[in-house]
């Protein structure tokens, strides 16, 4: 069992370059969302999804979007990189909607120039 | 809004020594509270789930209590080794919050030989 697997684990992108960040679990999980941690602030909710095909909105949704096409995926794109984007973000999973315990990626570190 | 509040922010304790960290939250309408462990350029792991209706959790040396009403948890540490060392977490769902978990800043903890 992998578990919650991004990638990738490092990036550096210059202001206005796109990417996405890729967010996978083997756990047959219903329910995936992304945080991003920055000191200071947290961890603060920028998209979640409780099944393929339905997402919504978190705390920091501005300036990136997401897809659930299945189960098992769930990448988050940046579109137009800035600055203020700059943090590390973690995909995390869990079973169901409010239920059990939440399964945390390794991190992916974006730096915008 | 809801707010975690983790005090203290950082701990330095000799090894075998039993130590509390401290978890308060200002809306006691949670689904369930969730501490987690980070080490550094490291994901989160779970270390205990606690369900509104419940008021403790353990895990070896890890007791957790939670007291809605008063919107306060404590995560105690029995015992303390250097492998302990790491940024300790808690996280509240709310009812009505699309399972987004409201996190503390966390408590920096160095349990030194």
């Known amino acids: 069992n992998a578990g919650v697997t991004q990638t990738p684990k490092f990036q550096v992108l210059k202001t206005g370059q796109s990417m996405t960040l890729q967010c996978a679990q083997d756990m047959n999980h219903e329910y995936m969302s992304w945080y991003r941690q920055d000191p200071g602030m947290g961890l603060r909710l920028i998209h979640y999804?409780?099944?393929?095909?339905?997402?919504d909105q978190g705390e920091v949704p501005n300036g990136y979007n997401v897809s659930r096409s299945t189960t098992e995926d769930f990448p988050l794109r940046l579109l137009s990189a800035a600055p203020s984007q700059t943090s590390v973000y973690f995909c995390a999973s869990s079973l169901g909607f409010l239920t059990g315990e939440l399964f945390f990626g390794e991190g992916s570190r974006l730096t915008v120039l | 809004k809801q707010e975690v509040t983790q005090i203290p922010a950082a701990l330095s304790v000799p090894e075998g020594e039993n130590l509390v960290l401290n978890c308060s939250f200002t809306d006691s309408a949670i689904y369930n509270l969730q501490w987690f462990r980070q080490d550094p350029g490291k994901g989160l792991t779970s270390l205990l789930l606690i369900q509104s209706s419940q008021r403790e959790q353990t895990s070896g040396r890890l007791n957790a209590s939670l007291d809605k009403s008063s919107g306060r948890s404590t995560l105690y540490i029995a015992a303390s080794q250097p492998g302990d060392s790491a940024t300790y977490l808690c996280?509240?769902?709310?009812?009505?919050?699309?399972?987004?978990?409201?996190f503390g800043g966390g408590t920096r903890l160095m349990v030194k030989p």
């Open positions: 996280a509240v769902t709310e009812n009505n919050a699309g399972n987004m978990l409201t």
């Open positions: 999804s409780v099944g393929a095909g339905i997402t």
